[in-house]
């Protein structure tokens, strides 16, 4: 069993994605001035969430620190601290304990997905399950909720009620995708469906939720959800293209998940459609094989490589992306709006 | 897979939960008087709590009704309804939605409990992991959960925060018990600290709550959360007992699930320290099997029986009845209060 890491990974992490959507030649201008600011606010929603997880058990706190530590980029605490700011406020204060319940509710799925996936690592570290057990994975999960579900009623029952209906969106999006696994027949619509509620719906409420607690206008809150679900949206895409294409050790995790897990992603919809017959009923029967081997899960990239999918869903991504940033018309112009439309941009170009 | 029950399964249990507390001579006085109006309380909370678990989703609406209707007799929302009735309320309806939260916490938490234990039926039908699969299963237990706290938002800051105080000492009783598997040196006072967690705790928050809702003053709500203790501590000290002693038929369940898990339960405690060295060396030796044939269990329970242990934990748990009925002293007197009082020795007397 691994221990709990004693600092906070979040920062460096959130630098490097910050970067990726700026460019070095732009960080030095307005970057620098509100990228200090944004880090610590990450930094203090890091703290609150820390403080809510202490428990009379060592044990549990360890496992739930280990999960929060190893839980992400911090990217919805990041974006909803840049939309507080970016609708005019001096301090993300009123919402730390709003975003730090995201961030749990986030991590707690992702704790069940690594128990469901069997997943043996997360962000270059052992997996919950793998380091602690399933048993103590399972309720480490179910602890995260409710330290989560407690630090939402701290807001209005609207908030609470939004927040409620992206998790129910959230565990509706895992029952989908279980229901499609290994079927490559389920089709582009339901890989949105899938996709809307598994990842979108969560990142589309927290930022509605700021918009409201920031007593933001309707077109702002409904701006700021559809940027939400837009951006939630791209950011599954490239997930799912850098699980076939990208750098395992930038990305902390084994390449193919998706191909093994039997996860009907648009990388194997747009390759298998893209296919001629042929070649369209190996990547079928690979796809389908329960207990898959390296050289099949090779095989299934190289077919993907032999189509112009990796462009071709690139490119989804980034229309995506560009819906994302349209949807922040009706925010007031300035440095925080600028760097979600960038970060939007980031979501879509980073390599981890 | 099985097809959800197209009713509700709550009241046959219920009523032979309310008879077997008052017997049937006195059926007929004022059992007869308040019993159908408890039935409909129930019924309603039941209607309340099926109403939320609807999902877009069929196979989710329907794994998490099949979780409903076997989890359980139905004690929770009777205790709720009899406790807000004994404190001068004409309906239950202004706590249906927080008696179906309970509720429905207290199933997510039996859906999990049975995916970590591998656990076969639930109340005679096959568990949710062995109907629907392990990922299903940790999904519906965290679609159980969420509905619970968008159920739990129509109430106070304090009544949120005190169930979500629950569930997190509920998920600590679990990680606990977890800790001390197949280790019988773990002692009374460490068995009192998993269940006052796992079991007590949200039924002591459940009847607090209910206090609050009534705008009971400061005693009667301690009375309650007092009585709510020691119920749940006599309730889970006797499921102890059942699962060693009882009618397999009447649980249905099979028996030793705890001595199968290694749970160190009161009755394998006190059968452990109760017998001479020859027979502790070989009850350790069984205890400690992490895979144990039926001979084994068949032999723990004989080894059991050599001692006093079933008696001796018998009136333990009548004890924790006879304090909880103590604690019922500020409620005002009247036919819900005795309901109560009859209640926590129905529950120390059942056989199911």
Known sequence: MSAAPQDSPAEPNLESLVAAAFGPAESEGELSQILPVLVRDVSDIDWRLNQVLGSTYAQLTEAARYACSTGGKRVRPLLMS???????????APIHSLAAAFQLIHTATLVHDDVIDHAETRRGRPSMPRAFGLPLAIVSGDYLFVRAFELAAEYSKSVILRSGEACADLVEGEVLQEASRFDLSSGREHYFRIVERKTAAIIAAGLANVGEIAEATGPVITGLHTYGTAIGIAFQIKDDLLDVFGDPDLLGKPLFTDFREGNSTLVSLEAY??????????????????RKRTKHLLRLRDLTAMTDTETVVSDEASAWVDRGVRALAPIPDGPYRRLLERLAHGVAERRF
Request: charge should be positive.
């Open 82 to 92: 840049a939309a507080f700011r970016a609708l005019g406020a001096e301090s993300t």
């Open 273 to 290: 459609r893209r296919l001629d017959p042929k070649h369209q009923a190996e990547f079928e029967q690979l796809f389908q094989l329960r």
